[in-house]
């Protein structure tokens, strides 16, 4: 009886982890809350804070110790080719967050294929967000549904809304 109880239990969490799909990850808390949303520009004030929390020390940090923590894991269990979609977007969103910085993006994968969509203040950061992702074990193909949106000004986005 003991030893059915832990694999009852176990079935009732795999069962439960399938049943459930995780939504996309983001580079940060403005990013779109779907790849399939319409991205709006940042605001200055919004787009300064995003770039100095990505570009903070205890960030980077974080984001090189998940990199690392994935990596070894992948290695001890053998997982390179055959990655969770959870794991694709997680590392995909670490790299693109470390590299970017100011950028809004929404990071989804499926069986390998991933979609960025989002806003970067650049035309060179959004050439880059293929080249990054494909830098990551498991990543297939790329979309970019991302597109440039540099900053705007408080003021213009309050005059945009009341319109």
């Not at 590299?99 to 809004?104: D, I």
């Amino acid at each position: 009886m003991n030893k059915f109880i832990p694999l009852i239990i176990s079935g009732v969490i795999a069962v439960a982890a399938v049943g459930c799909e995780a939504p996309p990850s983001k580079t940060s808390a403005d990013a779109p809350s779907q790849t399939s949303e319409s991205p709006n520009a940042p605001t200055t004030e919004t787009a300064q804070k995003t770039q100095e929390d990505a570009t903070g020390q205890v960030r980077k940090d974080q984001i090189e110790s998940d990199i690392r923590a994935r990596e070894q894991r992948n290695n001890t269990t053998g997982g390179d080719a055959q990655r969770a979609d959870a794991d694709l977007k997680s590392e995909v969103r670490g790299k693109l967050e470390a590299n970017l910085p100011a950028s809004q993006l929404t990071v989804d994968a499926k069986e390998g294929a991933v979609t960025v969509a989002g806003t970067v203040p650049t035309q060179e950061q959004l050439n880059k967000i293929p080249t990054l992702a494909k830098e990551i074990k498991g990543v297939k193909s790329v979309k970019v549904e991302a597109k440039v949106a540099p900053a705007e000004s408080g003021s213009n986005t309050n005059n945009k809304s009341g319109q």
